[in-house]
T-cell receptor
């Protein structure tokens, strides 16, 4: 069965520190990969996406993600976290015309 | 401004009552979606629609119904058959069903049933 896993439920980082959020998927073929961010009580906003080509993709707000086929992973990174990055982050995967499958999310807290 | 509108932001109902959540988009998108979000559960797909007058069940359609009479509108009815309706509901839309199309999300409606 197709699935996407975000192993970390909650991560706390200090402002200015680097960040990596993990995402692993299980699909028969390489899926399309997405990262979304959700501020409390709000909808989701697309950070970045990977379809093909360069395995390191740049997104908005200084985020980037790296696709690693051998590890079935698509981890999200940011070199220096800002307090405004505190939110919930969702990895999503899909193929063809089938609906996206979302991970359960990772909540990011940022401390001073 | 183009976007997706969900109203109301907060909704309270008594158990046993049906309730309809509104979703309107002016992005000229063909596809629309309803998700349910519970703490620690991520987003789960309730229904989706590729085109007017057509919709498909998602993973958790039981106790819900939808209609798609207009391209811009995709209301969701939470029926009394839904055993645990209290949740945050998100509507989204995209140009098409293909995953290459970005989904745009509304601000959500928090439904509380007591």
């Amino acid at each position: 069965a197709q699935s996407v896993t975000q192993p970390d439920i909650h991560i706390t980082v200090s402002e200015g520190a680097s960040l990596e959020l993990r995402c692993n998927y299980s699909y028969g073929a390489t899926p399309y990969l997405f990262w979304y961010v959700q501020s409390p009580g709000q909808g989701l906003q697309l950070l970045l996406k990977y379809f093909s080509g360069d395995t390191l993709v740049q997104g908005i707000k200084g985020f980037e993600a790296e696709f690693k086929r051998s590890q079935s992973s698509f981890n999200l990174r940011k070199p220096s976290v800002h307090w405004s990055d505190a939110a919930e982050y969702f990895c999503a995967v899909g193929v063809g015309n089938t609906p996206l499958v979302f991970g359960k999310g990772t909540r990011l807290s940022v401390i001073a | 401004d183009g976007g997706i509108t969900q109203s109301p932001k907060y909704l309270f109902r008594k158990e046993g009552q049906n309730v309809t959540l509104s979703c309107e988009q002016n992005l000229n998108h063909d596809a629309m979606y309803w998700y349910r979000q519970d703490p620690g559960q991520g987003l789960r797909l309730i229904y989706y629609s590729q085109i007017v007058n057509d919709f498909q069940k998602g993973d958790i359609a039981e106790g819900y119904s939808v209609s798609r009479e207009k391209k811009e509108s995709f209301p969701l009815t939470v029926t009394s058959a839904q055993k645990n309706p209290t949740a945050f509901y998100l509507c989204a839309s995209s140009f098409g069903l293909a995953v290459s199309y970005e989904q745009y999300f509304g601000p959500g409606t928090r439904l509380t049933v007591t």
